[in-house]
């Protein structure tokens, strides 16, 4: 799957290079530096590098704070040539039920967070495919399976290995436009001031924002 994405991301890059040249002059906005193997490292060896070159002890941390991809980012940049990351291996109990463990190194998931110029664009991993894995997985959650039995179905009958990512394509665009801030990169964005009141039959107060 992060081969599938730095593939996409790839063809992505080369694309905007061929068709959008103007368009990023005039944003002055740079395309990213993207290698054909993107540098990778397990969330342990991600805060381990942390505590040894800023000295903030995060190692017990199941995730990544904001400041720590920001670094994070940093370091790819000035070590590797690379404008992304990946972070993999997150904790069993920071990811979802249906998340699958790597059996080589238990408590430790086969998932991913791919980080792009300071910020995690996407989230990604393989899933249990046996039923008596994912049942597992529910209980393990403190859940009831019999409250996912719809979707326990497709389990009993035979799921193949699968798994997959989820990309932030207004962060994406953001990053590569180099924009102050995501709402820019998203058509309707919604905030405290940008809330739809139509769906209600009311109109807006305030029809200037």
Same mark, same amino acid.
């Given at each position: 799957?992060?081969?599938? !994405?730095? *593939?996409?991301?790839?063809?992505?890059?080369?694309?905007?290079?061929?068709?959008?040249? /103007?368009?990023?002059?005039?944003? /002055?906005?740079?395309?990213?530096?993207?290698?054909?193997?993107?540098?990778?490292?397990?969330?342990?060896?991600?805060? !381990?590098?942390?505590?040894?070159?800023?000295?903030?002890?995060?190692?017990?941390?199941?995730?990544?704070?904001?400041?720590?991809? *920001?670094?994070?980012?940093?370091?790819?940049? *000035? !070590?590797?040539?690379?404008?992304?990351?990946?972070?993999?291996?997150?904790?069993?109990?920071?990811?979802?039920?249906?998340?699958?463990?790597?059996?080589?190194?238990?408590?430790?998931?086969?998932?991913?967070?791919?980080?792009?110029?300071?910020?995690?664009?996407?989230?990604?991993?393989? *899933?249990?495919?046996?039923? !008596?894995?994912?049942?597992?997985?529910?209980?393990?959650?403190?859940?009831?399976?019999?409250?996912?039995?719809?979707?326990?179905?497709?389990?009993?009958?035979?799921?193949?290995?699968?798994?997959?990512?989820?990309?932030?394509?207004?962060?994406?665009?953001? /990053?590569?436009?180099?924009?102050?801030?995501?709402?820019?990169?998203?058509?309707?964005?919604?905030?405290?001031?940008?809330?739809?009141?139509?769906?209600?039959?009311?109109?807006?107060?305030?029809?200037?924002?």
């Amino acid at each position: 799957m992060m081969v599938l !994405e730095t *593939r996409l991301l790839r063809y992505i890059n080369e694309h905007l290079k061929e068709t959008c040249a /103007k368009e990023f002059a005039l944003l /002055k906005a740079k395309l990213p530096t993207l290698p054909n193997e993107i540098p990778s490292m397990k969330l342990r060896e991600a805060q !381990e590098l942390i505590f040894k070159e800023t000295g903030a002890d995060k190692r017990k941390e199941p995730d990544l704070e904001p400041e720590d991809e *920001r670094f994070l980012c940093e370091w790819a940049k *000035r !070590e590797k040539n690379s404008d992304f990351v990946f972070v993999t291996h997150y904790p069993v109990t920071k990811r979802p039920m249906y998340t699958f463990e790597d059996p080589d190194d238990i408590g430790y998931t086969k998932s991913f967070d791919l980080l792009f110029r300071g910020i995690e664009i996407t989230t990604g991993g393989q *899933r249990w495919h046996k039923y !008596e894995d994912i049942v597992a997985g529910i209980k393990e959650k403190g859940l009831d399976p019999e409250k996912f039995s719809f979707y326990l179905q497709t389990f009993k009958y035979g799921m193949p290995p699968h798994g997959g990512w989820g990309m932030g394509l207004e962060r994406l665009t953001q /990053k590569f436009l180099n924009l102050a801030n995501v709402k820019e990169a998203s058509l309707f964005p919604r905030d405290i001031n940008r809330i739809d009141t139509l769906l209600h039959g009311k109109e807006p107060n305030d029809t200037k924002k």
